[in-house]
């Protein structure tokens, strides 16, 4: 089984809608991320959490939303969406008494019609 | 404000060249350089780089910092078509904070 999970992997939603995507993980890990990944853009960083009740703005924040319900469990809502919210959504996690090193999910494609 | 730029952002080269990729940057409270193969999808974990000058090496892989240059450089020798993804470059800084470069998108010919 994967160690970090993404659900939905594909969604097609209309501009307006709510949509939230929920990431998963069994590795134990105490840091969780967002990232936005748009063609020529690299990774962007969305919010990040490193504990239930840590929860923290990345680079591109505005329009998302995040809720931490569980130290496995980090899930990122669109309450509005719009059409330039299309792209490749990464979860990842860490581990800070080990290394740096972040484990990323296999990814959910949004796209906002 | 902090960045991280990679180059060239793609590259062509035949199946068995060597090919050298870069990543500088300018960062505050840097802690290590990360490096990441992006196939299809999710990007997976090659070498994370603390310390100028050692070089980690994983096979045809190798990547090697140099804080003075505040730079970064990752080789692949002896290349072959499954190497074809893309490599991101990223800054782990001490407010726990990652900044990825775009990204260096590198084919292989048969």
């Known amino acids: 089984d994967a160690d970090v999970t993404q659900t939905p992997r594909n969604r097609i939603t209309k501009t307006g809608k709510r949509i939230m995507l929920e990431c998963s993980q069994t590795k134990g890990h105490d840091r969780m991320y967002w990232y936005r990944q748009d063609p020529g853009l690299g990774l962007r960083l969305i919010y990040y959490?490193?504990?239930?009740?840590?929860?923290n703005k990345g680079e591109i924040s505005d329009g998302y939303s995040v809720s931490r319900q569980a130290q496995a469990k980090f899930s990122l809502s669109l309450e509005s969406a719009i059409p330039n919210q299309t792209a490749l959504y990464f979860c990842?996690?860490?581990?800070?008494?080990?290394?740096?090193?972040?484990?990323f999910g296999p990814g959910t494609r949004l796209t906002v019609l | 404000e902090d960045k991280v730029v990679q180059s060239p952002l793609s590259l062509v080269v035949h199946e068995g060249d060597t090919v050298t990729l870069n990543c500088s940057y300018e960062?505050?409270?840097?802690?290590?350089l990360l490096w990441y193969k992006q196939e299809k999808k999710a990007p997976t974990f090659l070498f994370m780089l603390?310390?100028?000058?050692i070089e980690k090496k994983s096979g045809r892989l190798s990547s090697i910092l140099d804080k003075k240059e505040l730079s970064s450089i990752l080789n692949i020798t002896a290349t072959q078509t499954g190497d074809s993804a893309i490599y991101l470059c990223a800054v782990d800084k001490r407010d726990d904070k990652i900044i990825f470069g775009k990204g260096t998108r590198l084919h292989i010919l048969p």
């Open positions: 603390t310390s100028s000058g």
């Open positions: 990842a996690t860490s581990d800070r008494r080990t290394t740096d090193t972040q484990y």
């Open positions: 960062v505050t409270n840097f802690r290590s």
């Open positions: 959490s490193f504990d239930v009740k840590d929860i």
